[in-house]
């Protein structure tokens, strides 16, 4: 087991451009967390999943933001029409419940730059 | 999910012990102090946890106050690897959502 991996690790767009990232987490984890963070700020919550179910989106996530997780595996964000407001680090974690808390594994992340 | 609060900042000699503290004065009976930490440029990356009870594992000590108002991380022999961004989070295992503040950045000294 590799970890979380998310690909691309860096992507430059051009503003009003679409783009999406991909999240593979942790094979046995049903759990799956979309985060952003901008420079010097610690990661923000977007969205999560619990298998399939998107269960929680962040009021961060406007309209152009659309989170999936098909079939309860890798999950995919996809932003529309970008700003250059959306330049951050994208981050992935997932992990499985138990009875103990919940430790979340987080991946490398994606730095997007809309120029 | 309650608030917590950190120092910004730390020094730490090189071999010595870091103790860095976090207050979490509202935390509710089923939440989790949760310690992580990130590297510059790296996702963030687990420390340890608890609920009640004082925890280690390979890498810290969780020191939690009896009254669950306040915690100390202990990394028992810093090493310049050490230095980084240490998160605090009070967070519920309901749903695993973890609420980032701004840190502590402890700077390891030689």
């Known amino acids: 087991d590799t970890g979380v991996s998310q690909d691309p690790r860096h992507k430059i767009t051009k503003r009003g451009q679409n783009v999406t990232f991909r999240c593979d987490p942790i094979s046995e984890h049903n759990r799956l967390y979309w985060y952003r963070q901008t420079l010097g700020q610690g990661p923000e919550f977007l969205t999560y999943f619990q298998n399939e179910a998107q269960l929680e989106k962040s009021r961060l996530l406007s309209d152009r933001f659309s989170a999936e997780r098909p079939k309860g595996s890798f999950s995919t964000l996809e932003i529309q029409r970008t700003e250059q407001g959306d330049s951050a680090m994208y981050l992935c974690?997932?992990?499985?419940?138990?009875?103990?808390?919940?430790?979340?594994?987080f991946g490398q992340g994606t730095r997007l730059t809309v120029v | 999910d309650a608030k917590t609060t950190q120092p910004t900042s730390m020094d730490c000699a090189e071999g010595r012990a870091a103790n860095l503290p976090c207050n979490h004065s509202?935390?509710?009976?089923?939440?989790?102090v949760y310690w992580y930490r990130q590297i510059h440029s790296q996702g963030p990356q687990y420390i340890i946890h608890g609920l009640k009870n004082n925890e280690t594992n390979e890498m810290a000590s969780l020191i939690i106050t009896e009254d669950r108002k306040s915690s100390t991380l202990i990394l028992p022999h810093a090493t310049l690897r050490d230095t980084a961004v240490y998160y605090c989070i009070a967070a519920s295992s309901n749903t695993g959502k973890l609420i980032f503040g701004q840190g502590t950045t402890l700077q390891v000294k030689p």
């Open positions: 509202t935390i509710s009976g089923n939440e989790y």
């Open positions: 974690a997932s992990s499985t419940r138990t009875g103990m808390g919940t430790e979340a594994f």
